[in-house]
Nanobody, 121 residues
Framework: QVRLVESGGGLVQAGGSLRLSCTAS????????MGWYRQAPGSQRELVAT???????NYADSVKGRFTVSRDNAENTVYLQMNSLKPEDTAIYYC???????????????WGQGTLVTVSS
């Protein structure tokens, strides 16, 4: 089995910063794409940022210039540095990893349990 554990959420004032972390563990052979998504109350889950094993990144327009995604391939960990936070960034943030499990020949996507980020005005 594969498990993703997120940490780093919390309450912050507008203009502040937070750093989220997510580590994948279990019967992992290799992790390809990793990313962050978020879901605000009453809204659908949306992409925030993704990063490939090569380091190639992709960001939602709403977070470009404010958020930075990075990863540690040796630790199967993805980070999201969030600066200049706005109240509209308030959401549950989920990490996602595309994993090839040991003994398997196809990748599968796994999700973390989510971590709440609240930005007060």
């Amino acid at each position: 089995q594969v498990r993703l554990v997120e940490s780093g959420g919390g309450l912050v004032q507008a203009g502040g910063s937070l750093r989220l972390s997510c580590t994948a563990s279990g019967s992992i052979y290799i992790v390809s794409g990793m990313g962050w998504y978020r879901q605000a109350p009453g809204s659908q889950r949306e992409l925030v940022a993704t990063i490939q094993r090569s380091g190639s990144t992709n960001y939602a327009d709403s977070v470009k210039g404010r958020f930075t995604v990075s990863r540690d391939n040796a630790e199967n960990t993805v980070y999201l540095q969030m600066n200049s936070l706005k109240p509209e960034d308030t959401a549950i943030y989920y990490c996602s990893s595309n994993v090839l499990r040991t003994g398997r020949n196809t990748f599968s996507e796994y999700w973390g349990q989510g971590t709440l980020v609240t930005v007060s005005s």
